[in-house]
Structure formats: structure tokens, C-alpha cells
């Protein structure tokens, strides 16, 4: 609120100037009126068209390592709990970083942090392409400067459109954005398998990243702009900047916002179950084709891993089918149901742990089957992506959406994929020991390994059900108009009413 106003003048609320009569001889101050900023629609558009690129290489580099697993085994001779550590090296580093990318991105330009990341992450994918066998530990390195580029813009790229768009606009936004991390994912394996076959090495599968990053970076220089923090609603002095809360202010506001703090669990479970399914689940399916006799073993590398292929086709398709139903059924139902979005994710979530389940346990009978059950708990996975960012834009003010990305990313991940991969290697490598040496048992090592998985996604249901019971409550706190960041004692129902929140004379959702 502003400070100094006479105590006879009623202070500007975000629906505009309600205030009585000055004194004889005194005058109100100038109203403080919310600073206007505005794009032309197919500037949002082309923003958004751009960062959805981006984020299609970002999930490309997250998973093109797994493409190429087996290759990678071979020439660095690690086995499989140390391969499962790659992918924790690079989800620590990303996690470790992240809040330091969403301190920036709440505070200085967005746009050039984003540009740092790229040229951090692809600058460290080319170099570790030419790495030498005898230093396998600087390739562990690489990947651990992948994430914590990848970090920058995972954090800061999707507060950008939530400052572009807004209500369903930005639901169906954030939706084709959110479709590129399964098809960036399913891309990852694709393009690392497809040139290793085409080319007989697999660091050329890193040494084509640089090129599309390149011109990534020329695009988000170009045609993104920066757009005011809160700038889609328009919210008076928190979209133009005015006071600013501390890091640890904001964080002590995330903590006893319940939706916020169930939802990241949620997302935890999630990241937990995709991170061990996507770097294992190709080596996992082509160790099922070799029990079936369908493929011979392979000894030495270039080894040929259609499942890759056909791993990654699964995960583009269900993907985007994926995230297209769950955002569309958010979008539809949360305008009858209260709580929608999050009794969405949490029956998802409940139906993919059976999925998963059956798809492990088929595999040794049918492989057929196993690929079916693996679609379908991937399809229903899927359905969350955009619904859980949207959850967490509608229930925290504009200028902490950064942070909260970032501790929402670094829960997500400490606590989810960053240990999964080693995890579920570790114990396959554990349970191998004490079994006969025989690809069989290899398989069957890997499969029980995996079956935490059916069991942790359930708890993200559950997680996403206590959600939707303080959704309504967080999201009308996210609107007080309050300078900094709001806490439920600043503002009572009163006050709430007297500016119009209540009475749904908020602030301006103009569309761009």
C-alpha cells in the first residue's frame, strides 16, 4: 500500500479508486495506477512458438544419453549402478542450481539468464563428445554442467508465459509447452539411437545438439521479450515492481502455501517414476527381447537397441495425447468442480500404478503386453504436466513464481529423479550379485528393481488428493492486494471485500 496518503483518503485497490472526500484544503495524492504493458497477440505467440522449441531440446538433452546407453557402458566400462549415476549427476546439479536461477529470474532479466543456460548446456554437451575413455569422471562432469544449464531455463521459461497469458489462454499455453518434455524426451532416445546407427559412434549424437541450441539462442535473443513480472494480470504495483520481498520471505510464504507444498510432493512422485523409467525402461525392453530370443546379446558396441526407438516413439505419442486430455479436462471442469485440476493429476496418478505394475510383470510372458500396460501408464502420467504447472501459477503471486519453480524443481528432484536412476540400478546391481550370471537373471534383476515405482506414483495420488482440499483457499490469497509477499494475516475477509476481490472486481486478466 502506499505509504504517506492522507488518512482521509481510502487507498487505490487493484479494481481502482474508492475514497472519500479530502479535508477543507487538502487534495489526495495522485492515485498510483497500475503500469501498463502490453504485446501484440502474435508476439505472445511467436514467444511462445519459441520457448516451446527450446524446451523440446531441453528434454532432448536430458534423455539422449539414455538412447545411447549401452554404447556408453561399453567404451567408459561402467557398470549398471554407476550408469545410473550419469543421470543423478545431472538431475544434483540441476537441483543444486535451480534455486540460484530462481532467485535470478525474480529479480534480474529473465532473458539473458535463459541465454546463459543455453550456451552452458551446449557449450558442455559438444565437449563432452570428444572425452577420452581413460577420463570417464569428466564426462560424469559434463553432465553435471548439462543440468545445471538445463536448470536456468526449466525454472525461468515457464513464469515467462504465465506473464504472457493468462486464465485459459494459458492453461492451453502451457499445455503444447509442457507437450515437448515427452516428446523431447522420446526425441532424446530417437535421435541418439538413429545416428549412432547411421554413423557407427554415438558422440555424433552429441556433436548435433550444438547446432539446433545455436539456433535456439538466436531466436530467444530475437523474438522473446521480458516481460514485467505479473505483467498478464496487470496487478498494479507487484507487475511494475514496487516493494520487493526477501528470498527468505518468499520461501517462508511457499512453505505455508498447502497447495504449493502437496503439489511439489506430487510432482516428486512423478519425477521419481519417470526419471527411472526413462533412463531404464530401453535397456529393460531390449534385456526382455534377448529372454524371448528375439535378439541375440550384444558384446560390444555399436550396440543396435530398436527398443530405443520404438521406446521413444511410445513417449512422443502418449505424450502429446497425454497432455493434450489433461489440460483440456483441467480446462473444462475446473470451471464446475472446485479442485479440479488437482482431482485430475491424483486419478492419473492412482490409475498409472497398476499400469506400471502389469507392464513389469507381463514382460517375462509377453512382450506385447508389456508394451501396451507401458503406453497406457505413460499416457495417463502425461495427463499432469500442464495441469501442475497451472496449479502452481493460479496459487502464488507473480513475483515469487520463480522461487517457486525453483523449489518445486529442486524438491521434485532431489527427492525424485535424481536418486531414481541410481537407485533402481543399484539395487538390480545388488540383486545380480547374488544370482547365477545369465541374461535371464539380469532381466529379472531389473524388473524387481522397478516395482517401487507402482507404489511411489500411488503416493503421488495421494498427495494431489490433500492438494484439492486447499486449492480455492491459496488461490483467493494469491489475489490480496498486498504489496510483498501476501501471508493470511495481512488481509482479512473484510478488507478482501471493501476492494472488490470478492466481488470478482479484481485485477485486469486482459489477454495479450
Avoid at 22 to 33: A, N
Wanted: contains cysteine.
Amino acid at each position: 500500500m502506499a505509504g504517506g496518503m492522507s488518512v482521509e483518503c481510502s487507498e487505490p485497490g487493484p479494481g481502482g479508486l474508492q475514497g472519500q472526500s479530502p479535508g477543507p484544503g487538502r487534495q489526495c495524492p495522485p492515485p498510483i495506477m497500475p503500469t501498463s504493458w502490453s504485446l501484440p497477440p502474435w508476439r505472445a505467440y511467436v514467444a511462445a512458438a519459441v520457448l516451446c522449441y527450446i524446451n523440446l531440446l531441453n528434454y532432448m538433452n536430458w534423455f539422449i544419453i539414455a538412447g545411447v546407453l549401452l554404447d556408453i557402458q561399453e567404451v567408459f566400462q561402467i557398470s549398471d549402478n554407476h550408469a545410473g549415476l550419469l543421470q543423478t549427476v545431472f538431475v544434483s546439479c540441476l537441483l543444486l542450481s535451480a534455486p540460484v536461477f530462481g532467485y535470478l529470474g525474480d529479480r534480474h532479466s529473465r532473458k539473458a539468464t535463459m541465454s546463459f543456460g543455453i550456451l552452458l548446456w551446449s557449450g558442455a554437451g559438444l565437449s563432452s563428445s570428444f572425452i577420452s575413455p581413460r577420463y570417464s569422471w569428466l564426462f560424469f562432469l559434463s553432465r553435471g554442467i548439462v543440468g545445471t544449464g538445463s536448470a536456468s531455463y526449466s525454472t525461468i521459461a515457464p513464469t515467462v508465459l504465465g506473464d504472457l497469458f493468462v486464465r485459459d489462454q494459458r492453461t492451453r499455453v502451457l499445455a503444447v509447452f509442457y507437450i515437448f518434455i515427452p516428446v523431447g524426451s522420446g526425441l532424446g532416445y530417437v535421435l541418439g539411437s538413429a545416428v549412432t546407427m547411421l554413423t557407427g559412434n554415438w558422440r555424433w549424437a552429441l556433436r548435433v545438439m550444438p547446432c539446433l541450441e545455436a539456433v535456439a539462442l538466436i531466436l530467444l535473443i530475437l523474438l522473446v521479450p521480458d516481460p514485467p513480472r505479473g505483467a498478464a494480470e496487470t496487478q498494479g504495483e507487484r507487475a511494475a515492481g514496487g516493494f520487493r520481498s526477501s528470498w527468505c520471505e518468499d520461501v517462508r510464504y511457499l512453505g505455508k502455501n498447502w497447495s504449493f507444498v502437496w503439489s511439489t510432493l506430487g510432482v516428486t512422485a512423478m519425477a521419481f517414476v519417470t526419471g527411472a523409467l526413462g533412463f531404464w525402461a530401453p535397456k529393460f525392453l531390449l534385456e526382455a527381447r534377448v529372454v524371448h530370443g528375439l535378439q541375440p546379446p550384444c558384446f560390444q558396441e555399436p550396440c543396435s537397441n530398436p527398443d530405443s526407438l520404438i521406446f521413444g516413439a511410445l513417449t512422443i505419442m502418449t505424450g502429446v495425447i497425454g497432455v493434450i486430455l489433461g489440460a483440456e479436462a483441467a480446462r473444462r471442469y475446473k470451471k464446475v468442480i472446485p479442485g479440479a485440476e488437482p482431482l485430475i493429476c491424483a486419478s492419473s496418478l492412482l490409475a498409472t500404478a497398476p499400469c506400471l505394475y502389469l507392464a513389469l510383470v507381463l514382460a517375462p510372458t509377453t512382450l506385447l503386453a508389456s508394451y501396451v500396460f507401458l503406453g497406457l501408464g505413460e499416457l495417463l502420467l502425461s495427463c499432469n504436466w500442464a495441469v501442475v504447472a497451472d496449479i502452481l501459477l493460479s496459487v502464488v503471486v507473480p513475483r515469487c513464481r520463480g522461487t517457486a519453480e525453483a523449489l518445486q524443481i529442486t524438491v521434485g528432484h532431489i527427492l525424485g529423479d535424481a536418486g531414481s536412476p541410481y537407485l533402481t540400478g543399484l539395487i538390480s546391481s545388488v540383486l545380480r550379485a547374488r544370482r547365477p550370471d545369465s541374461y535371464l537373471q539380469r532381466f529379472l534383476s531389473l524388473q524387481q528393481s522397478f516395482l517401487c515405482c507402482a507404489f511411489v506414483i500411488a503416493l503421488g495420488g495421494g498427495c494431489f488428493l490433500l492438494t484439492a482440499l486447499y486449492l480455492e483457499r491459496d488461490e483467493t490469497r494469491a489475489w490480496q492486494p498486498v504489496t510483498g509477499t501476501p501471508d493470511s494475516k495481512d488481509v482479512d475477509s473484510n478488507d478482501l471485500e471493501r476492494q472488490g476481490l470478492l466481488s470478482g472486481a479484481g485485477a485486469s486478466t486482459e489477454e495479450p
